[in-house]
């Protein structure tokens, strides 16, 4: 899911924060955010918000406030997981920029070439698909699977990888909606298509190909798929959507298979990692993971303003392209800002699918209190 945001409503919420026990990596105590989550949260009426503010590329602010599930008592911690719906796509773009940097792909890999054991049964119109493409939502495939598929997907008793194959199958075997290229359409299926790429490339499954290309040069330890935590115990945050009685929680995804389009979940630690990436900076090892002409791609749309995994809009708070882009599974919400070139971020998550004006409160505060000297 995506949402080309507005600007951002500026309006200040006090910012009295004190510092976390807890360290990050350069050794200094992010600013505890969660009292100024907490107004904004009860106003909006939502069952919790997280936040994660990155200065200078390094994790300067951190909070988490409210309850993991409405009706039970146990609160919601920074070590817990949040469901990242559509931001998941910058990952799947970024795993295929590894393969592209290892010269096992180019971002003009066509879907024929990528995927030769299904070139037989593709349509002719579907063949000049292209990764770039499928990435920046500009193949001409559907939204989403067709509904016969969808509900096989649901019920699904082989691999991922199959069912990903078997999705890409259905969805070249016609023509697409459009001409490759000719026009913006919001794909989850492209991405499930792109991700069945990765997995020839990998000689795995698209979830031990992020984990092993992406999670562990990162450092990222809670990164996992689905729904966090049981449906029977509140050991993690659960989803909730909103009723004439307000809000229900529920312990439901979509079909695994939908993976490269939007399944991650992780801590605010862990994707403040991946954000660093895109924001330039070096891994744990001190080393870029990836080199800055394949960041530049990743941020340059092909045409519009989405390029590949990201909306890339103007703002008037930093300096340069504004990476951006929200996800929602429909139970749970998240929004990324991203500044590269002022090596600026916020992170917002929510345990609620109606979440998104919570979510810019929150993301309008931190921009105020921490945006960029001089803007």
């Not at 510092?19 to 050794?27: H, K, N, S, V």
């Not at 996992?224 to 509140?234: C, I, L, N, Y």
Request: neutral net charge; charged residues 15%.
């Amino acid at each position: 899911m995506v949402r080309f945001p507005l600007c951002v409503a500026w309006f200040v919420v006090g910012l009295v924060g004190t510092l976390q026990a807890q360290r990050d990596e350069a050794g200094k105590a992010p600013v505890d955010l969660s009292g100024m989550l907490a107004p904004i949260r009860q106003q909006h009426k939502v069952p919790a918000l997280g936040v994660a503010v990155l200065v200078d590329g390094k994790l300067a602010g951190l909070g988490v406030d409210g309850v993991r599930k409405v009706g039970a008592d146990a609160a919601v911690t920074p070590d817990d997981l949040w469901h990242l719906g559509s931001c998941t796509k910058a990952m799947t773009a970024t795993l295929l920029a590894r393969y592209v940097e290892q010269g096992k792909l180019q971002w003009t890999t066509t879907v024929a070439d990528g995927l030769p054991d299904l070139v037989a049964e593709m349509h002719a119109a579907a063949k000049p698909i292209t990764v770039q493409h499928l990435l920046a939502h500009r193949s001409g495939l559907p939204g989403g699977p067709p509904r016969d598929l969808w509900q096989r997907l649901w019920g699904w008793s082989g691999t991922l990888r199959d069912a990903r194959s078997e999705t890409a199958k259905v969805l070249l075997h016609e023509a697409p909606a459009s001409a490759p290229g000719e026009r913006f359409l919001y794909s989850n299926a492209g991405y499930m298509v792109a991700g069945a790429i990765a997995e020839r490339l990998g000689a795995a499954a698209w979830e031990d190909l992020v984990r092993t290309e992406l999670w562990q040069p990162l450092g990222i330890t809670t990164g996992g798929f689905g729904m966090p935590g049981a449906k029977d115990e509140v050991v993690q945050p659960f989803g909730h959507r909103q009723t004439q009685t307000g809000a229900l929680a529920v312990f439901e995804d979509n079909p695994p298979a939908l993976g490269p389009a939007g399944t991650a979940h992780m801590t605010l630690r862990d994707w403040a990692k991946f954000a660093a990436l895109h924001l330039g900076m070096p891994g744990p090892d001190g080393k870029p993971l990836l080199a800055a002409a394949s960041l530049a791609s990743l941020r340059t749309p092909p045409a519009g303003d989405y390029a590949l995994g990201w909306s890339v809009v103007q703002r008037g708070w930093a300096p340069g392209p504004i990476l951006t882009h929200t996800g929602s599974n429909t139970t749970w919400f998240c929004v990324a800002w991203l500044a590269p070139d002022a090596k600026f971020g916020v992170l917002v998550t929510c345990n609620a699918g109606f979440g998104a004006r919570a979510c810019d409160a929150v993301a309008a505060a931190c921009i105020q209190r921490f945006r960029p000297a001089g803007k």
